[in-house]
């Protein structure tokens, strides 16, 4: 069936994709595909490249060279072409603060060259779907950062997009607005809009994202999905250990030296605490404790993308 | 350039669908502040022409000292409302614009969209057009009311004062996208827009200026907006002389879209 290769063909294509600001190298040679229908992840650390990664997608910001289509479109001829099907969540809110809730809809559909019966009668249904209609004649500016980022999905769901980019969607929001976000975006996922977006929080990779890459200084680090990249590069369970501060040394676990040697195939040792990489967390604290360690604090969980991006780079996606 | 020269000459381009989309982003705000906008819009010209035109007029009419025994009230009311939309347009090119590059994030959200920078560029230009429009009708009502135009030609002043709006607006515009704080902004109106207002034949002609200064006063667009309108208004049109102004108004709006073409997309698209 030679026709199904259009169906399976990506939505987003990059090959050697870079980005530099004069001498800076923002995006540093990246190759991704993004298929149709997917939920696809840009994790990583502040100033890795992501939002720079995600603006050229938005055909937003000249691509310095490599490749890259959307759409199957080339972003510098076809940039009107390729935003017209395109739902684009910004970093910043970016909303009008002198127009009512529904007005920032309502002239965000006029912007797609909706009618304004048509731009009306998506933007009410928007608000429903984001549950804001009780606010829809509020200003913007007294609503809380959960409800303005609300607005923002439903103002970039105006010209119904095919794909959605989110620049993370959640950083600033506390857990029950974050919470709430993720089933609005589960929701849209669950009705076929490929959802690309950017995060440092690793679960909200882990919530979000069917497939992602690891992003770190410019370039891409790792790809698979949450599951493929934490049996990849990380063991199963992860032991975490706290010391009690010995005198006069710096990190908790400074005077630890050889003591935890063999105790598992890789170990982390933090400024708080120490990261025991173990298939059998509960059989690595029974060694730990016959050896004579005396921890302040065990804790047996399992690995994570934190974990991954740690492994892979050596720091902590939150610093 | 020539390929931007021949964008701007296709008339298809100003009046890009999409450049629509801005005017009526502006006019959705402005519903909201409308009412005051127009009081404040009429009480500014009554105040100016009573103050300056009949009072001070009282003692320059005395003197008898501006050519051709005209009042000094019709002297200065087309000159004051040409000026009033040239402080509009400059205005609002700047602050304004700042913030939806900068602050508000509204540029930003919008190239989100179909619309491009220029669409940004030539809508906005339209808004502060409409709003100079709106002050100057408003401002030919108070003339109108105190009777201050020899002629009835005096509503194409309100062409022309626009045309002066866009004249400062544009090229302004063009020099708010290379500016990343809005501290240029109170030296090109110190040391710019109001010495012009003072010294381009608004309240007195520009032949009482020194020698040296009076070349100074031709290239300023405020001079020819002031000239062709007061020559429409006091019924002394020269044809040849209006001609001239209204082309230096054009050359300066053109070039100042053609500048801000560049500008907008070098700031806006990076």
Not at chain 2, 184 to 189: I, P
Not at chain 2, 227 to 245: D, I
Request: proline content about 5%.
């Amino acid at each position: 069936m030679p026709e199904t290769a259009p169906a399976t063909a990506p939505l987003i294509h990059a090959r050697g994709l870079r980005k530099c600001f004069g001498a800076f190298t923002a995006v540093d040679g990246v190759d991704f595909d993004v298929a149709p229908g997917e939920a696809f992840g840009f994790l990583g650390p502040n100033g890795a490249g992501k939002t720079s990664t995600m603006r050229m997608i938005g055909t937003v910001s000249p691509v310095t060279s490599g490749t890259l289509t959307v759409f199957g479109l080339d972003p510098a001829r076809h940039g009107a072409k390729i935003r017209t099907r395109l739902g684009v969540v910004p970093q910043a809110d970016t909303l009008d603060n002198e127009l009512s809730v529904l007005e920032n809809l309502l002239i965000y559909g006029r912007y797609f060259d909706l009618s304004w019966a048509e731009s009306r009668r998506r933007a009410i249904e928007l608000l429903e779907f984001v549950q804001l209609t009780d606010r829809a004649n509020d200003k913007v500016e007294p609503l809380s950062g959960g409800m303005k980022r609300r607005l923002v999905i439903a103002r970039s769901l105006i010209n119904e997009p095919s794909l959605l980019l989110l620049d993370e969607p959640t950083t600033g929001l506390d857990p029950q607005a974050r919470h709430l976000l993720w089933d609005r975006l589960y929701r849209l996922k669950q009705r076929g809009v490929t959802l690309c977006l950017t995060t440092h929080y690793m679960d909200e990779a882990e919530q979000l994202c069917d497939r992602l890459v690891v992003m770190d200084r410019a370039k891409i680090v790792a790809e698979g999905s949450p599951r493929q990249l934490i049996e990849k590069y990380v063991t199963k369970e992860v032991l975490e250990l706290r010391f009690p501060r010995a005198e006069g040394e710096a990190d908790d676990s400074a005077h630890l030296d050889g003591q935890l040697d063999g105790l598992a195939e890789r170990i982390e040792q933090l400024p708080d605490r120490v990261l025991v990489y173990t298939a059998d967390g509960e059989a690595a604290v029974a060694t730990a404790f016959e050896r004579g360690l005396r921890p302040a604090s065990v804790l047996v969980r399992r690995s994570t993308l934190e974990d991954v991006f740690l492994r892979l780079t050596g720091r902590s996606l939150i610093e | 350039m020539t390929v931007i020269g021949l964008r701007i000459a296709r008339p298809g381009a100003i009046a890009s669908r999409r450049s629509l989309r801005v005017l009526e982003h502006d006019l959705l705000v402005f519903r909201r502040g409308w009412f005051s906008y127009l009081l404040s819009g009429l009480s500014q010209p009554f105040l100016y022409l009573v103050a300056m035109g009949i009072g001070l007029g009282l003692y320059v009419n005395r003197n008898g000292s501006l050519p051709g025994g005209v009042p000094y009230l019709d002297y200065i009311a087309p000159a004051l409302l040409v000026t009033q939309a040239m402080m509009a347009g400059a205005f609002e090119a700047a602050w304004p614009i700042m913030g939806k590059i900068t602050w508000d994030g509204t540029y930003e959200a919008a190239l989100n969209t179909p619309l491009s920078a220029c669409d940004l560029l030539l809508g906005d230009l339209m808004w502060i057009g409409f709003r100079a429009t709106l002050l100057s009708v408003l401002f030919l009502l108070v003339i109108a009311v105190l009777g201050a135009a020899a002629s009835p030609l005096v509503v194409l002043a309100v062409p022309v004062a626009v045309l002066t709006a866009l004249a400062f607006a544009a090229p302004i515009m063009a020099f708010t996208a290379t500016q990343s704080r809005d501290s240029g902004f109170n030296a090109l109106f110190r040391f710019g827009i109001t010495p012009l207002f003072l010294f381009s034949g608004t309240f007195f002609p520009i032949e009482k200026l020194p020698l040296f200064l009076q070349p100074l006063a031709w290239i300023t667009p405020l001079y020819h907006g002031v000239a062709a309108a007061r020559s429409l208004s006091l019924g002394q049109v020269e044809p040849v002389g209006l001609t001239v102004h209204i082309s230096a108004l054009a050359v300066v709006v053109v070039a100042g879209v053609a500048a801000g073409r560049i500008t907008f997309r070098r700031r806006l698209v990076v």
